[in-house]
């Protein structure tokens, strides 16, 4: 069974940075592409950054990028999101997602989630 659990969210203020983590398990993330995930309230769960499982290729959303990186640990099996930098705007529900035969970051594509984590901005 697939299974993604993510934890790191909280409260942080403006400029402060995070890190997500999402632990995978029932499958190896290296044959699966991987993306992070953002629902702001009364918004639709968008793409924040996305790695290829088909080229390794990186997404990012025009927002983050230069702030934002998204890693893995395939020994370990786990996805990281750093997010320095962090600005109100950024406050939202965080979701790691899987799948195996997506190449976007669209979450029409991702067939795996976690539950999602809080992660929330001060100005």
């Known amino acids: 069974e697939v299974q993604l659990v993510e934890s790191g969210g909280g409260l942080v203020q403006a400029g402060g940075s995070l890190r997500l983590s999402c632990a995978a398990s029932g499958f190896s993330i290296e044959d699966y592409s991987i993306g992070w995930f953002t629902q702001a309230p009364g918004s639709e769960r968008e793409g924040l950054t996305c790695i290829s499982g088909f080229d390794g290729s990186i997404y990012y959303r025009d927002s983050v990028k230069g702030r934002f990186t998204i890693s893995r640990d395939n020994a370990k099996n786990m996805v990281y999101l750093q997010m320095n930098d962090l600005k109100p705007e950024d406050t939202a529900v965080y979701y790691c997602?899987?799948?195996?035969?997506?190449?976007?970051?669209?979450?029409?594509?991702?067939?795996?989630w976690g539950q999602g984590t809080q992660v929330t901005v001060s100005s």
């Open positions: 997602a899987a799948d195996s035969d997506s190449d976007l970051c669209s979450r029409y594509e991702y067939r795996h």
